[in-house]
């Protein structure tokens, strides 16, 4: 008479699921990199509004600056301004709307110089951008 017992994993079992568990494990380090990834969303946010305030002013006809403040008179009369609003920049146009052109930034400079704009933002993380638009 033989004692037969059939709790617990055979070999073959174990080998397997420690093969499964392998797999799994392996597969965690590639799904967790783009999160510790510096992205340099920042940069790419600022260059991508700056780059629509310069199509604004490049197709406005009147351009001048009051304290940090940039005033664009198109065709039709209508005035657009873009400005700091908290750590915003934002248009608005006829002093009307709040459309958001770039978020969490700590400063915005805006200057006259000559033929030229100079804009200026000193972002959240420390980074600081500036671009020239020349109006001719």
Same mark, same amino acid.
């Given at each position: 008479?033989?004692?037969?017992?059939?709790?617990?994993?055979?070999?073959?079992?174990?080998?397997?699921?420690?093969?499964?568990?392998?797999?799994?494990?392996?597969?965690?380090?590639?799904?967790?990199?783009?999160?510790?990834?510096?992205?340099?969303?920042?940069?790419?946010?600022?260059?991508?509004?700056?780059?629509?305030?310069?199509?604004?002013? *490049?197709?406005?006809?009147?351009?001048?600056?009051?304290?940090?403040?940039?005033? =664009?008179?198109?065709?039709?009369?209508?005035?657009?301004?873009?400005?700091?609003?908290?750590?915003?920049?934002?248009?608005?146009?006829?002093?009307?709307?709040?459309?958001?052109?770039? *978020?969490? =930034?700590?400063?915005?400079?805006?200057?006259?110089?000559?033929?030229? =704009?100079?804009?200026?933002?000193?972002?959240?993380?420390?980074?600081?951008?500036?671009?020239?638009?020349?109006?001719?």
């Amino acid at each position: 008479m033989g004692i037969s017992n059939n709790k617990g994993f055979t070999l073959l079992e174990a080998v397997l699921a420690l093969g499964v568990l392998m797999l799994i494990l392996a597969s965690v380090p590639p799904l967790l990199d783009p999160l510790t990834q510096d992205t340099k969303s920042e940069a790419v946010s600022v260059r991508q509004a700056l780059h629509f305030i310069s199509m604004e002013v *490049h197709k406005g006809g009147s351009v001048y600056t009051v304290k940090d403040k940039l005033y =664009i008179q198109d065709q039709q009369g209508r005035t657009a301004v873009f400005e700091q609003y908290k750590d915003m920049i934002r248009r608005q146009v006829d002093a009307k709307g709040h459309e958001i052109y770039l *978020h969490h =930034i700590e400063d915005l400079k805006i200057i006259q110089d000559g033929s030229s =704009i100079v804009i200026t933002i000193k972002g959240k993380e420390g980074s600081s951008y500036e671009k020239r638009i020349d109006m001719e």
